[in-house]
């Protein structure tokens, strides 16, 4: 069936000037206003209203600000035609026109654009078979989707929904008018506007209200949901506002401003005989605050909050002290094998105690390599003291406010964690371990190892004021411990205030009994084994620590017995209770069950030729051993010392030092001084990857020279440690017990160090020090005899 094209003479001019729409496009059969602000376009509507009032719209497919730039790309070629039938002028000066809009247009070609935009069109008849069956299906949906739409879209208006209602029956135009009022976005409209074919316009507007359908069932869907959600909270409040009336008139309730006020009075009489003088007072103060103010206001709860911290802190709670030196000895050798040095202190603690009960806390600082039981060591002495524990890390802390709290100006402000720890242990007399001492960090913010200045000070602490709290707070009846790997990176007036007490680490035998008495029994356990299924020989447990397990503690030692636990649990699992049989590790099974060894010596651990030797070093990690090795330089052009392996500042100058000491006694060993002035030497120290720092090479240095320049070797079981001066003086260096303690673990029989540290020598304990012959030295030529001997 083809269109009918309505001449110009007919009914409508076959030229129109054109208005183009910027939001949506127009469809025909509907009464619309327009407004018009431009005022060229304002003078084509004057024009228009002078001669037949017939207007043609277009819709723009870009958004073109000025009306003077839009081209003929800039428009759809399917527009609308209509009537004007009246002109308004605003106050602001815009035209609004009421338009009946009449047919759909499609234009030819456009005439002009300048001062109007003028255009030549044909006019497009529906195309609309009589009588069709699918027509009248397809029009039967779009009615029964539009009612679905008005009944359940309350942002539709009763003129919108009265025109529906009253639309007549012709497809096309309902079609026109349905599609014209969806929120749908305008270049679908468009594309409606564009099809002449009723059938094909009705089957894309269903399309179009079956989307907007889904969208309401979406719409109502989640409004019911959130309606269903407030009647519920309103119910509850409603009910909860009743009850809370019930029960106010019959004197079971009250408010809950009074019964907070209540309950502190309650609480601050039950501890007024402990609180100071100014704690007191400011109590006082805010209990009659609290009562004064509002309860949805914001500073009841700060008010609230700080009246309930003041009162949860013991002012007069503490712990009776058990000073049975007896039992705490048990207590303590049967938690931590060794370690003699501080359990003595911490006897000698608990018998002060005992002889003037009244003594204040004091501040003990434990110093070693990881895993050697820094941590355990305050449970144990907490345990055997019957006092409350608590432990929190330091590493890493940079404000200040972590320690003494924040203003409580401050948005969620709270006190720091000295205060905290004893809100928490109800005890103002426990054991506070500050671990990590030695990671405490400096920013902005603050720097927190100032703050534990006042805290960890006997003569300051005693009035401890919390930012927070802003009250005096005794805190000299706690007893702190402190742990650090190193003591080089903590603050000296921080240090100064602290007992320092080593624990240097332990040698193979201690870590097997460790092992034996403590680690077995303890993995077996936690893997729910028992005894009688599972054993670990001591000769197992000395292959771990010789080869799996070399660090100054036991967390190795530790992990690689829980590995075997485990796989000892994985071999009783797969069988039935009944037939499980008892499984003993043996010293040949260990590699079987941890795979290859981690330790092993090495060929270039041994000394095989002159210029190398071995010294002992001291690191974070505990003690350990270093050989040094010196060779010469053939290049001729090579004339000084050549330095590598990541030595440090200090290091290097030792090997400096070294070097001009060698120098200066050439004469004495008949070294021919040419090699040294004709050949460069190159002096290493192997583990390149791990940097190495301090003087306590010094001597070790001048014997790799001068047993590369006498061509002499060097004993194998031979170590060294301490620092040269350029005439020759040997100087005390520290570490001494974590170096005598990696001398044994290497099998070392002879050891030379200072003679200043020989007092540090005679306190490491004799089990550790079998087997080793020391030499104690003070010059370097004594040094020489022993080595080159």
Not at 387 to 409: A, N, P, V
Not at 505 to 519: A, C, R, S
Request: with cysteine; proline share 4%.
């Amino acid at each position: 069936m083809k269109s009918k094209i309505v001449k110009a003479n007919e009914v409508l001019p076959n030229r129109l000037f054109i208005l183009p729409l910027k939001s949506r496009p127009i469809f025909p059969g509907i009464v619309a206003p327009i407004t018009v602000s431009d005022e060229d376009m304002k003078e084509m509507i004057d024009d228009i209203m002078e001669r037949d009032h017939l207007i043609g719209f277009l819709y723009m497919k870009n958004d073109v600000e000025d009306y003077d730039e839009i081209t003929e790309d800039d428009l759809y070629e399917v527009g609308t035609v209509a009537k004007i039938f009246k002109k308004v002028q605003l106050p602001e000066g815009q035209y609004n026109i009421l338009v009946n809009t009449i047919k759909r247009f499609e234009v030819k070609k456009f005439i002009s654009m300048d001062p109007y935009i003028t255009a030549a069109v044909d006019y497009q008849e529906d195309i609309l078979e009589e009588e069709d069956a699918e027509i009248k299906a397809l029009t039967k949906n779009v009615y029964a989707d539009i009612k679905y739409i008005i009944e359940n879209n309350p942002l539709m208006s009763k003129e919108m929904k009265l025109n529906l209602f009253n639309i007549d029956e012709d497809p096309g135009t309902l079609a026109d008018l349905v599609v014209s009022i969806l929120n749908v976005e305008p270049e679908q409209q468009q594309e409606i506007l564009e099809i002449y074919d009723v059938k094909k316009r009705l089957n894309q507007l269903l399309v179009l209200l079956n989307q907007e359908k889904e969208m309401l069932k979406m719409q109502n869907k989640i409004r019911k949901e959130i309606e269903e959600k407030v009647s519920e909270r309103q119910r509850e409040y409603f009910l909860r506002e009743q009850l809370k009336m019930i029960k106010k008139e019959l004197g079971i309730e009250k408010d809950e401003k009074t019964q907070d006020v209540e309950q502190f009075k309650e609480r601050f009489e039950k501890i007024k005989s402990g609180l100071n003088e100014e704690a007191e007072e400011t109590i006082e103060k805010e209990l009659e605050k609290l009562e004064l103010l509002e309860t949805k206001s914001a500073e009841y709860g700060v008010v609230r909050n700080y009246l309930d911290t003041l009162l949860s802190l013991p002012w007069d709670e503490r712990t009776d002290d058990n000073v049975d030196i007896d039992r705490a000895q048990k207590i303590l050798d049967k938690d931590h094998y060794g370690l003699e040095d501080v359990k003595d202190r911490i006897l000698e603690f608990l018998a002060v105690k005992k002889m003037k009960p009244s003594s204040k806390g004091s501040i003990v600082l434990l110093v070693g390599p990881p895993g050697v039981g820094k941590t355990s060591v305050g449970r144990s002495l907490a345990r055997a003291m019957n006092r409350k524990f608590y432990r929190f890390s330091l590493g890493g802390m940079k404000d200040e406010s972590e320690i003494k709290g924040h203003r409580r100006t401050y948005v969620g402000a709270m006190p720091g964690k000295i205060m905290q720890a004893l809100k928490t242990v109800k005890s103002k007399n426990p054991i506070i371990m500050l671990d990590e001492v030695d990671k405490l960090a400096i920013s902005y913010q603050g720097d927190p190892s100032a703050a534990l200045l006042e805290v960890l000070d006997p003569e300051q602490n005693s009035t401890f004021r919390d930012h927070y709290l802003d009250v005096p707070f005794d805190l000299s009846e706690v007893l702190f411990i402190c742990t650090a790997n190193k003591i080089d990176t903590i603050p000296r007036p921080l240090l100064d205030r602290m007992e320092n007490i080593r624990l240097p680490g332990y040698i193979d035998q201690e870590k097997v009994e460790i092992g034996k008495q403590y680690l077995v029994p303890k993995s077996l356990e936690q893997h729910g084994i028992d005894n009688d299924l599972a054993t670990i020989r001591k000769s197992a447990l000395r292959v771990i620590a010789k080869k799996y397990a070399r660090e100054a503690g036991v967390r190795d030692m530790e992990k690689n017995i829980n590995k075997i636990v485990r796989k000892m649990a994985l071999k009783l699992a797969k069988k039935n209770e009944e037939d499980r049989e008892k499984i003993t590790v043996y010293k040949n099974d260990v590699e079987d069950y941890l795979g290859k060894p981690r330790f092993e010596k090495q060929s270039w651990q041994k000394i095989t030729k002159p210029g190398m030797v071995k010294g002992l070093a001291w690191t974070p990690m505990g003690g350990d051993t270093l050989v040094i090795e010196a060779i010469f330089i053939k290049d001729k052009s090579s004339k000084d010392l050549k330095l590598t392996g990541q030595l440090g500042d200090v290091m290097m100058e030792s090997a400096n030092i070294a070097y001009s000491y060698v120098k200066s006694v050439t004469d004495k060993y008949d070294i021919d001084s040419a090699i040294i002035e004709n050949r460069g030497i190159h002096l290493h120290v192997p583990a390149g990857a791990i940097k190495k720092d301090g003087p306590s090479a010094g001597i070790t240095m001048v014997v790799a020279l001068l047993s590369l320049l006498t061509d002499k070797k060097i004993n194998d079981r031979l170590a060294m440690t301490g620092e040269i001066s350029l005439t020759g003086n040997v100087l005390p260096v520290g570490g001494i017990r974590e170096k005598v303690v990696a001398a044994k673990r290497d099998k070392i029989k002879e050891i030379i160090i200072p003679e200043a540290n020989k007092r540090n020598y005679e306190d490491i304990p004799d089990k550790v020090k079998k087997g080793i012959t020391p030499h104690f030295v003070t010059r370097m030529e004594e040094v020489e005899k022993i080595v080159l001997k």
